[in-house]
C-alpha cells in the first residue's frame, strides 16, 4: 500500500476522501493527517477530521493541528458551502480520540525525513498553507516527496470562489505558488474533473441502499454539501471535489488528463488565486504538474460506494 500523509479542511467532500482511503488500506496507508484552516477556521477542521476518523472507527489515526491562517494573507472561510460546522448534514457525536501535540507541519517534516526517501506521497484537499510552510522550513524534504496529488485550480471551468479562481488556491495563493514552483512531482484534481462528479439522487440512493453508519453519514453530507449547487449550475447534482485525490491513487485510470505548465496568479486582484494552466501548450514554459482533465464519474462512485461500505 502506499504510504500517504492527508491534509485537509473538512469539509463535507474532504471528509469523503479520508473516508475513502481509510477504506481501502489495501492501495492506501495513511500515516496521519493533519489539518489546516479552510472551509472553517482550523479549531474546527482539527476536530471534524477527528469525527470522521471516529465514525470510520479508525481511532488509531493520528490527527494534528497545522496553520490556523494562510502564509500572508486573513483566511476566507466557506461557511456558505459547508455550514457552520464545516461537517453539517448528519448529527456525528464529538470526537474523544486526542488531537496530537505535534504541529503538523512538524509532522509532515519528520515523517518525510524519517520514511525511505521517495516512499511519502501527500494528499492536500484544502488551501496549501501546510505544505508550503514545510517546503519553507525544511527545503530537504522536497526531493523526500514521492508524489503531490492535490485537489485546486481549474482551467475550463475557472472558478468558485471569485470568476478566475478556486477556492483551496485562492485562500492561500502563495502558498500554492511555492508548491508548483517545488519541482516536485504534482498531480492536479482540479474543477474540471471535480465538476464532473455530480451527486445524483441515484448515487445518494446507492449510498444510503449500504445500510451502513458511514454510507449513511456520508449519504446525509453529500445531501447537504453544496446542495445549492444544483440551482448554481442546473446540474444533475452537486460536486464532489476531494476524494477524486484519494480515488486517484487506488484507480489512477478513472482519470485522464495533461502534462502541462501552471502557474498561479498572486498579483491581480481581478484573477488572484487563478490557476493559469497551459493546456494548450502556447507557452514556452515548462511542464510543471499532470493536471486532470476527464474522469470516469460513474466508476468512481461505484468505487467510492464500495469502499466506504466496507467500514
Ligand atoms: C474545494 O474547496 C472546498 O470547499 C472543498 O472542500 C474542496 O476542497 C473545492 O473548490
Ligand atoms: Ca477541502
Redesign the pocket.
Known sequence: ARDIIIDT?P????AAAILLALGSPDEINVLGITAVA??VPLPLTQKNTRIVCELAGKVDVPVFAGCEAPIARKLIT?EH??GTTGLDGPTLPDPTMPLQKQHGVDFIVETLRERPSGSVTLCP??PLTNIATALQRAPDISERIQEIVL??GAYFEVG??TPAA???IYVDPEAAEIVFKSGIKITVMP?DV?HKVLVTPDRVQALRDCKTKVCDAMAEMVDFFERFDTDKYGSAGAPL??PCVTAYLIKPELFSGRYINVEIETQSELTLGMTVADWWGVSAREPNAMFMGDVDAQGFFDLLTERLARL
Do not use: R, S
Not at 469539509?11 to 474532504?14: L, R, T, V
Open positions: 479542511d469539509g463535507q467532500d474532504d479552510g472551509n466557506a458551502v459547508h484537499l484544502g485537489m485546486g468558485n470562489i478556486e477556492f483551496n474543477l471535480t471535489h476531494d
